[in-house]
């Protein structure tokens, strides 16, 4: 079965020589894989890294540009190049097993198909949400999925309004078709941890927007993913519960130190002392670990996030 994989290069320029590396040594025959590389509004220097790589590689590799329009934009241009029976994807910051492929492939021998989802590996030890994270405990990430090519024809690819969450929605519209989509454990990508400082861990959460989106479109599958829970016609996360709690704080407090009440301050301090020892202990049962405090900057900007995604879409989800 011939395989076309699928990668959009934006500013990984650090780890795509591992990337491609992995990519020609996979154990599968190299006449029945191609790899499409989509630089998608990547600087000079990446696109000559990436270049060099594709001069002369051990596996047809075609390399594809486009201006910055995101990773959904990038997929679909890759796809729509690519002459695979199957189409694989990951991420130019991942490094596959050398039995990725043909764990992917085996499965596309039941008709009824439509997509395969691989296991993501990382460094556990140095996982602590959201600082240092990793797409691990995830459904449908891209970084490890492949699809049967009708099945992606009859979604039309990626939508492109995405530019986060585009994997989930895919995955929801070829489940809704019909198709079956498969886990595969013995499809190994390696992901490596990525350390957010606090400019691109806000740009993340501030993508929250198209939570709101994924809802509207899939009311049911997204439920469950982002674990809904409706009043009435609201729509709220865990996180709001979270971030209403700590408004209700913020407010107190301004009007205490604004009217001079000192005891109430004070009783104000010692009950977010209280919150954030409550939370230490509730949260950091979970896994992976995860920091309190950059959490807790992590749901403001999420909740501020939804709340435009909310008017701009038209659907409201906290």
């Known amino acids: 079965m011939f395989v076309s994989v699928v990668l959009s290069f934006h500013d990984e320029k650090r780890y795509i020589q591992k990337c491609l590396r992995s990519l020609f040594e996979l154990d599968y025959p190299k006449d029945l894989y191609e790899i499409i590389v989509v630089a998608d509004g990547c600087d000079i220097e990446g696109m000559e890294i990436i270049k060099k790589i594709v001069s002369s590689p051990p596996v047809k590799t075609i390399l594809l540009t486009q201006e910055d329009k995101g990773p959904a934009a990038g997929r679909n241009l890759g796809i729509k190049a690519s002459r695979g029976e199957v189409i694989a994807i990951t991420d130019p910051d991942c490094i596959v097993d050398e039995g990725w492929l043909k764990n992917h492939v085996k499965h596309y021998n039941d008709p009824k198909v439509g997509g395969v989802e691989g296991k993501v590996e990382t460094e556990w030890d140095e996982l602590c949400f959201p600082k240092k994270i990793a797409p691990v405990g995830y459904r449908y990430a891209t970084c490890n999925m492949s699809y049967r090519r009708k099945a992606l024809e009859e979604v039309r690819f990626f939508d492109e309004d995405f530019r986060f969450k585009e994997d989930d929605d895919l995955a ?27 400019k691109n861990l806000i740009k993340r959460a501030l993508k929250s927007k198209y939570d709101v989106l994924l ?25 709001s519960k979270y971030s209403t709690i700590m408004l209700m704080v913020f407010i107190a ?54 709340i435009y995604g909310s008017i701009k879409y038209r659907k409201f989800l906290l």
């Open 253 to 306: 407090l301004l009007l205490s130190l604004m009217l001079n009440f000192f005891i109430i301050t004070l009783g104000i301090i010692i009950i977010l002392t209280i919150l954030y020892v409550y939370l230490s202990k509730k949260l950091l049962k979970r896994r992976p670990p995860l920091s309190v405090f950059w959490m807790l900057i992590d749901i403001f900007f999420i909740e501020v996030s939804r």
């Open 215 to 239: 809802y509207k479109k899939h009311p049911e599958l997204a439920t469950k993913t982002l674990h809904v829970k409706k009043i009435g016609s609201i729509a709220f996360t865990p996180e």
């Open 172 to 198: 929801y519209r070829v489940i809704e078709k019909g198709w079956r989509i498969v886990e595969e454990s013995a499809a190994l990508v390696y992901h490596p941890v990525r350390n957010l400082d606090l």
